[in-house]
């Protein structure tokens, strides 16, 4: 091994270096608002890529050595959860979004009531399922320094290696990853230097892979020519543990706390799910794709009793290629890196919201705290976390130091964060779960693994000793960890994940039946499951605050400008001036929601519910809130709607029929009216001239004015039965319209002609407004002067009293013209409006004149023919009727 | 005239994103009988070749990545962010 331990460091400090450039310069990117590089779906994609780490990495050609196919089942896995997006993880995305989620814990807490309780289980969990992990990187990574300082006589102990990289992940953790302190504000610097990583990893393995497909062997079919038959036992695929290990790594891909932060909190779109669905299971299978071809070349080149988690190392060192191994160190370097930095902010988040913060709000409940800044005490204890925890990982691996083949405790981990899985997918799809139901199902599942998995891979050492490994709790038989109630399952991670999950499942269903979610738990897990509805709106309590308190509380969480930008918008979008809006339901929602960002679902209400009063619930949200007691609402409120659409026809078909009465009525009474008018003049003719016929002598005058009379009267029939004809072919609509350009001044002029004579025995005086001279219309100059001489016909014939006068003028209303025909006369009675319309209504019996009735009847039907209408609009000073007409189309 | 034709093709865009929602959760399904099923032995029953489960597994897996990547474009239509 001629690469000197002075190159691999400085290699090493280098592309650290390279890291910490990449991610101060996409956060000052980010800060410049410069955002589609970093929110684009490759980054995403590579993103979450932290899912490979260092145990898959090198662990995978281990696996591969040691069970032949058995490693691809960790990728399979994955790739079925991310190819059926559309159905789990959209979902969660969007529920993530919607309810600001910061964290695995968050969301269990958040669907179920906001409970405090529940967060800091799961909180536990992860600590517990993860820390284990951390030492495994750290392993590895020590692992993968000592290939290369094995010759080496002041090589640097392991314990230090490892030391320095913790501290080194720490700083870099703490630096990027407490930048803010919302955690829905994504990481931009952390995730594209993970994206960075993530490329890395991949091309080493390709790299490596490629070499030994190539280099060494000369192709695919030589390099599985060279595989010994005996090293790769062909067992069959399709086996329990084959099955478990598909379903834990798919478990893995949502329920790591690290895998939950870079897939639901990190996503900043949710079509970026889209392009990882299938980008993503492509990077897994380009990062398995050699695995096999290296663990085959690692057996055939290298000594036996070689380990075959470092054949990605030590297959290029063998070949003496040491620029490839330095590569493929690196490769391994991103691995573990990435995964202990996502994972220590992950964990930072939950320990800090869920531990520390709700710890610190109690203890500080009797002093005055009001002033106390929560952002400077959260980003303190994040950052405290993160130290913490990769000191723990530290602690775990000095203390195994190297236990196991690197995969088992991999596993390990993935069973213990796979306990969250009942509660996540009930808490999406299954409105009826409950908390109590999920902190069941949680703590028996999580005590059942450490029963049977995590304590017993101690071997001994830790709580658990030989004696009870193999005979069991208290020497009950029934008890033993590895065959728990005597079942006879041989592979203890396939025994411990049916029992674990077994009961966790039965638990959580059997007791969210049979228990009662309290109103804010069915409020979320409305919001939940049905977060793909519209409809559902976010329902809010009915609580109340002060905007001054709010903003105090505000200020603590948010900080000073953002939570004055906050008031101040919402106070604009109420419409009030100052900075304090009104502390509306809705507002203090929107605000708990913008704190839950920072501090999780459960403190963000707590910390409301302090400074509010009454989280009083309202009978109508209850309503709304219980699904059965809603459908059955929803269902009467359709009957209801139906019975009054009912009701509505039958009043229609009512007075359909009043109206074909009545229409009845008037023909027959139309048809008597006609005959009676008929009647009159036709009885004057006859009689003068049965004189005419009987009487010899007539002298020249008398005769002269009966035949005077006979030839008015039929006039006066004629005059009348074209009037008939007229209005039916008006009424019929089948009249001719002539339409053409009309000035309205030219109409008027015409009318006032045709009525001067009668005018001038009235000694009426008919004034043109000179407003008509403005208008043009688009109509029939005939018809228009037909109503126009009619109406003034009338106003002149019933105009009575001194000085009669009437006005014509128009003028425009919106896309129409009035013209208005006012008198000055004693106008008409008010009982007597609604008839002046109808067929034959004469109104003043004495004043009759020779009409029979039908002229404002015909003139009504002209203007709705012509597009418009006549009206009689009451006059103190008359009466005044109005034409209304449509203006003519520019 | 135009109302009828705007309605069908109404109607086709809603049964044609219908199948696509059936599709997405056929895949997953298709992907769990091919690897997590009896299946995966029907392949190796005569001569127990471990390049053949590594060709089998290897190819099923490329072929979902690619429908997945086929039924990700047409899906993507279907989501609105904001």
């Given amino acids: ?890 | 005239m135009t109302e009828p034709e705007g309605y069908q093709s109404r109607e086709q865009a809603a049964r044609r994103s219908r199948k696509l929602r059936d599709l997405a959760l056929m895949l997953p399904i298709c992907g769990a009988i091919a690897f997590v099923s009896p299946v995966l032995d029907a392949f190796e029953s005569a001569n127990a070749d471990i390049a053949h489960k590594v060709v089998y597994v290897f190819g099923c897996w490329i072929v979902l990545i690619v429908c997945a990547f086929v039924l990700s474009r047409a899906l993507r239509a279907e989501i609105r962010d904001k």
Wanted: aromatic share 10%; hydrophobic share 50%; with cysteine.
């Fill in chain 1, 1 to 890: 091994m001629t690469l000197s331990f002075n190159v691999l460091l400085t290699v090493s400090l280098v592309y650290v270096g390279i890291l910490f450039a990449v991610a101060a310069i996409s956060e000052r990117r980010a800060n410049r608002g410069e955002w589609a590089f970093l929110r684009s779906p490759v980054i995403y994609t590579l993103s979450i890529s932290v899912y490979c780490t260092a145990w898959t990495f090198y662990g995978a050609v281990g696996s591969a050595a040691r069970g032949g196919l058995d490693f691809v089942a960790i990728y399979l896995g994955p790739t079925l959860v991310f190819i059926g997006w559309w159905w789990l993880l959209r979902k969660l995305v969007r529920v993530g979004r919607k309810q600001r989620i910061t964290s695995i814990a968050d969301l269990i807490s958040s669907r179920f009531g906001k409970s405090g309780g529940l967060a800091v289980i799961v909180t536990i969990l992860a600590v517990v399922g993860t820390t284990p992990y951390i030492a495994l990187q750290l392993q590895s990574l020590t692992l993968s320094f000592s290939v290369f300082t094995a010759d080496m006589e002041n090589a640097p102990a392991p314990a230090l290696t490892a030391m320095w990289i913790a501290m080194g992940m720490a700083l870099f953790t703490i630096i990027f990853g407490t930048r803010n302190i919302d955690a829905n504000e994504r990481h931009y610097g952390v995730v594209t230097a993970i994206a960075l990583e993530a490329i890395v990893k991949l091309l080493a393995l390709l790299s490596v892979g490629i070499f030994v497909v190539w280099g060494v062997a000369e192709g695919p079919a030589d390099i599985f020519s060279r595989m010994d038959p005996q090293a790769f036992q062909t067992h069959h695929l399709f086996s329990p543990r084959w099955t478990t290990l598909v379903f834990l790594s798919a478990t893995a891909i949502i329920c790591l706390p690290r895998m939950f932060q870079v897939v639901v909190v990190e996503s900043s779109a949710e079509r970026h799910l889209a392009t990882a669905s299938w980008a993503f299971p492509l990077y897994l299978f380009l990062m398995s794709l050699f695995v096999m071809p290296i663990a085959i070349a690692g057996l055939d080149i290298l000594p036996e009793g070689s380990n075959p988690d470092l054949f990605v190392l030590t297959v290029p060192l063998a070949a003496e290629r040491e620029s490839l191994a330095l590569f493929a160190f690196l490769g391994g370097f991103s691995s573990a890196t990435s995964m202990v930095i996502v994972a220590a902010i992950a964990l930072s988040t939950m320990v800090s919201n869920h531990m520390v913060l709700p710890a610190w709000l109690y203890l500080s409940k009797n002093r005055n705290s009001e002033t106390e800044d929560v952002r400077r005490l959260l980003l303190r204890s994040r950052r405290l976390s993160i130290a913490g925890i990769l000191a723990l990982g530290y602690f775990y691996y000095i203390f195994t130091g190297g236990l196991d083949a690197l995969a088992s405790i991999g596993l390990i981990a993935f069973l213990g964060v796979a306990q969250v899985l009942p509660a996540l997918l009930g808490g999406l799809f299954w409105k009826n779960a409950t908390r109590v139901g999920a902190m069941a199902g949680i703590v028996s599942g999580f005590i059942v693994w450490l029963y049977t998995l995590l304590l017993p891979s101690f071997e001994g050492e830790f709580l658990l000793n030989d004696a009870t490994l193999e005979f069991g709790l208290f020497n009950l038989g029934a008890l033993r960890p590895y065959a728990l109630f005597g079942s006879s399952i041989a592979d203890p991670l396939v025994h411990a994940t049916a029992w674990s999950l077994g009961i966790n499942t039965i638990l959580f269903i059997g007791v969210s039946l049979f228990t009662v979610p309290s109103a804010i738990e069915r409020l979320q897990a409305v919001q939940f499951v049905n977060v793909f509805d519209r409809s559902i709106s976010s329902r809010t309590f009915s609580r109340s605050a002060t905007a001054e308190e709010l903003l105090v509380l505000a200020q603590r969480i948010l900080g000073r400008d953002e939570a004055f930008r906050l008031f101040e918008t919402e106070a604009e979008a109420q419409g009030k001036a100052g900075v304090l809006p009104e502390p509306t339901n809705d507002f203090i929602a929107s605000l708990e929601r913008k704190f839950s960002g920072s501090v999780g679902a459960a403190t963000a209400h707590a910390m409301i519910n302090q400074i509010t009063s009454g989280e009083a619930v309202s009978v109508e949200e209850l309503i709304a809130v219980a699904d059965e007691t809603a459908q059955i609402m929803e269902y009467s409120a359709r009957l209801e709607s139906q019975s009054k659409a009912l009701a509505e026809t039958a009043q229609q078909l009512t007075q359909a029929n009043e109206q074909l009465k009545a229409l009845g009525d008037q023909k027959d009474e139309f048809l008597s009216q006609v005959s009676h008018e008929l009647r009159t003049p036709m009885t004057s003719v006859r009689s003068f001239s049965e004189i005419l016929r009987d009487t010899r002598e007539l002298d020249e005058d008398r005769l002269r004015n009966f035949s005077a009379i006979i030839h008015d009267e039929s006039i006066r029939l004629t005059r009348l039965l074209d009037e008939i004809l007229d209005l039916s072919f008006l009424e019929s609509g089948k009249v001719q319209i002539n339409l053409a350009q009309v000035r309205l001044q030219e109409v008027a002029e015409r009318a006032v002609q045709s009525t001067q004579t009668m005018a001038e025995q009235a000694g009426t005086l008919v004034v043109l407004e000179p407003s008509l001279a403005r208008f043009t219309l688009r109509s029939d100059f005939d018809r228009l002067a037909q109503i126009l001489i009619n109406l003034l016909g009338n106003a002149i014939k019933y105009g009575s009293g001194s000085d009669p006068e009437v006005h014509v003028s128009a003028r425009k209303r919106r896309a129409e013209v009035l013209i208005d025909v006012s008198d000055n006369g004693p106008g008409i009675p008010k009982e007597a409006e609604n008839r002046i319309f109808e067929k034959f209504a004469r109104l003043a019996q004495g004043n009759s004149s020779g009409s029979a009735g039908l002229g404002l009847a015909i003139s009504r039907e002209i203007a709705k023919n012509l597009g418009g209408d006549l009206v009689y609009v009451r006059s103190r000073t008359g009466s005044i009727f109005r034409i209304r007409l449509p203006l003519a189309e520019r």
